[in-house]
């Protein structure tokens, strides 16, 4: 069994020291004593300042809510964006060779009509000018 215990007394009995122990939680010495090989470990005195405050508000409702289910939840929707984003994605038809050389022949027919256009424009100044 193990338990978490201060140690109210050292005894030496011919060489073989014992401890008798105490809970936080009550006054009275444990009945029994305990042996150095029955010890797995001690507390040295290091301890992480504001921890318990942190571990009581996880406990609450609110602290439970606010940092375990609702980064849950946020994670959840984001992945689920990221889903219907690869689908919408993966259903939309992609674009062929021949749609994009479609695409290229009427960017340049626009672009050399509007060249055109410009170089009429000038003619006409031109021919306006003088």
């Known amino acids: 069994m193990k338990n978490t215990h201060r140690i109210a007394e050292v005894l030496n009995d011919n060489g073989s020291v014992g401890f008798i122990t105490r809970g936080d939680a009550n006054n009275v010495d444990d ?8 010890i797995i470990g001690q507390w ?17 409702k609110t ?5 375990i289910l609702l980064p849950i939840a946020l994670f959840f929707l984001f992945e689920l964006y990221k889903l219907i984003a690869t689908i919408i994605e993966i259903k939309r038809p992609a674009i062929t060779e021949s749609d994009e050389e479609e695409i290229k022949r009427r960017a340049v027919e626009e672009y050399l009509a509007q060249q055109k256009k410009k170089e009429e ?5 031109e021919k306006n000018d003088k």
Do not use: P, S
């Open 31 to 38: 009945t029994y004593t305990v042996y150095a090989g029955d």
């Open 44 to 60: 040295k005195g290091a301890k992480i300042g504001g921890f318990g405050k942190v571990m009581d508000f996880l406990r609450t």
């Open 63 to 67: 602290g439970f809510f606010i940092c």
């Open 121 to 125: 424009e000038n003619a006409q100044q």
